[in-house]
């Protein structure tokens, strides 16, 4: 049984910062890629940011430069650092993971989400 848990969610003024973080546990041999979506009210989920096990990133356009994403794979961690934030970053903020067990070899795994909210 694997599980991922997110914190650090909550409300942030515009051009304030937030740190999302997940944690994976459980029957873990392996973490391949590792990544953050959202989702707003009435729009899909989207892909943030991603990290793969050796360290290389990607991000949507509109948070490059104001989001980093990191992780420690002696954790089985990955954060998820939000600066300049603005009111369209408000969503749902889902942790996701490419996970290997023993059980179920190599499967997606995500996090029950953390809202994050901006005001004006």
């Known amino acids: 049984q694997v599980q991922l848990v997110e914190s650090g969610g909550g409300v942030a003024q515009a051009g304030g910062s937030l740190r999302l973080s997940c944690a994976a546990s459980?029957?873990?041999?392996?973490?391949?890629?590792m990544g953050w979506y959202r989702q707003a009210p009435g729009k899909q989920r989207e892909l943030v940011a991603a990290?793969?096990?050796?360290?290389?990133?990607n991000y949507e356009d509109s948070v490059k430069g104001r989001f980093t994403i990191s992780r420690d794979n002696t954790k089985n961690t990955v954060s998820l650092q939000m600066n300049s934030l603005n009111p369209e970053d408000t969503a749902v903020y889902y942790c996701?993971?490419?996970?290997?067990?023993?059980?179920?070899?190599?499967?997606?795994?995500w996090g029950q989400g953390t809202q994050v909210t901006v005001s004006s």
């Open positions: 996701t993971a490419a996970i290997r067990t023993t059980a179920w070899g190599l499967k997606d795994y």
């Open positions: 459980g029957s873990i041999i392996s973490i391949n890629v």
């Open positions: 990290i793969s096990s050796s360290g290389r990133t």
